[in-house]
T-cell receptor, first 115, second 112 residues
Framework: KAGVTQTPRYLIKTRGQQVTLSCSPI?????VSWYQQTPGQGLQFLFE???????NKGNFPGRFSGRQFSNSRSEMNVSTLELGDSALYLC??????????????FGEGSRLTVL | QKEVEQDPGPLSVPEGAIVSLNCTYS??????FMWYRQYSRKGPELLMY????GNKEDGRFTAQVDKSSKYISLFIRDSQPSDSATYLC????????????FGTGTKLQVIP
């Protein structure tokens, strides 16, 4: 069974630009969530999508947005990039069913550097 | 103060040692408790998953949850160099679905 696939793996942007990251979940998984990982703050929850609907959202500014398509693939977008957005962005998939909170299967991440 | 506190280490032990990793938390609504392992330049992988209080054993790994003390532990017996990684504790609430709160991670090095 193929794992969670994230693209691109590495990217460099400059302040003010925007970026779109892509995630393909494990086949059959309907929930996709996004996390930001930085050395100082660790892993922080951005948002979760289930059946194309945002089901949960973390405490990030509106510059961070996402969507999910009918095939469960997901994208997240960060607009007006800031230096502090440099991080590893991790996508995780799961069945999304109630009673399985926290059983996440992570991709290898997209490492974003903002110059 | 963070909802989940975890000693960042690093923790260095000789091969074969018993390793104890711990986290404390403040949110009494947490019901799902996890340990993830993250190798360098990789995404986290789920190691142990526990619902509510109690112990769970899987091979060389044992997870313990003490909700009365808001304290969770992971024990690794007969540690191996391949166990060298960052260990993240994680927790979530019922109805929180995939919104998980992570500790900052403890970096473990097992020396041959």
């Amino acid at each position: 069974k193929a794992g969670v696939t994230q693209t691109p793996r590495y990217l460099i942007k400059t302040r003010g630009q925007q970026v779109t990251l892509s995630c393909s979940p494990i086949s059959g998984h309907r929930s996709v969530s996004w996390y930001q990982q930085t050395p100082g703050q660790g892993l922080q929850f951005l948002f979760e999508y289930f059946s194309e609907t945002q089901r949960n959202k973390g405490n990030f500014p509106g510059r961070f947005s996402g969507r999910q398509f009918s095939n469960s693939r997901s994208e997240m977008n960060v607009s007006t990039l800031e230096l502090g957005d440099s991080a590893l962005y991790l996508c995780a998939s799961s069945s999304g069913l109630a009673g399985y909170g926290g059983e996440l299967f992570f991709g290898e991440g997209s490492r974003l550097t903002v110059l | 103060q963070k909802e989940v506190e975890q000693d960042p280490g690093p923790l260095s032990v000789p091969e074969g040692a018993i390793v104890s990793l711990n986290c404390t938390y403040s949110n009494s609504a947490f019901q799902y408790f996890m340990w993830y392992r993250q190798y360098s330049r990789k995404g986290p992988e789920l190691l142990m998953y526990t619902y509510s209080s109690g112990n769970k054993e899987d091979g060389r790994f044992t997870a313990q949850v003490d909700k009365s003390s808001k304290y969770i532990s992971l024990f690794i017996r007969d540690s191996q160099p391949s166990d060298s990684a960052t260990y993240l504790c994680a927790m979530s609430e019922p109805g929180g679905y995939q919104k998980v709160t992570f500790g900052t991670g403890t970096k473990l090095q097992v020396i041959p």
